[in-house]
């Protein structure tokens, strides 16, 4: 494996463990401004698991790499919260290459869809 290839893995699984911090922080001590920001989100989960295995793989994927407690209200938080921003998104497209099955509506569209 050559240095370059070495740094750049190593750049994207500080991201990567940065986001998980940022989602884990709004979701336990900003509870209000995490629901707020995933109130814009569109779209559905596609339950691809990518999100599940940035940085370190969750223990709760079973062998096809689906979520066992996906329905369950043992699910935490962070999990159901997920995406919170369009940064969440763009992680997911950065750790696997996929496009995440949720998307943000803009603060303009918004507006223009309330009135």
């Avoid at 696997?96 to 998307?103: A, E, L, Q």
């Amino acid at each position: 494996m050559d240095v370059g290839n070495v740094i750049e893995q190593t750049k994207c699984d500080i991201v990567l463990l940065y986001g998980k911090l940022r989602r884990l922080c709004l979701t336990t001590l900003a509870g209000r401004r995490a629901r707020q920001r995933t109130s814009r989100r569109t779209g559905e989960c596609k339950q691809c698991g990518t999100c599940c295995k940035f940085v370190f793989r969750c223990p709760l994927l079973d062998e096809n790499g689906l979520c066992k407690i996906y329905h369950s209200r043992l699910r935490p938080e962070v999990c159901r919260r997920f995406p919170i921003d369009r940064r969440d998104v763009e992680e997911v497209r950065l750790s696997s290459g996929r496009t995440c099955g949720y998307g943000f509506e803009s603060s303009r569209d918004r507006r223009r869809r309330l009135h």
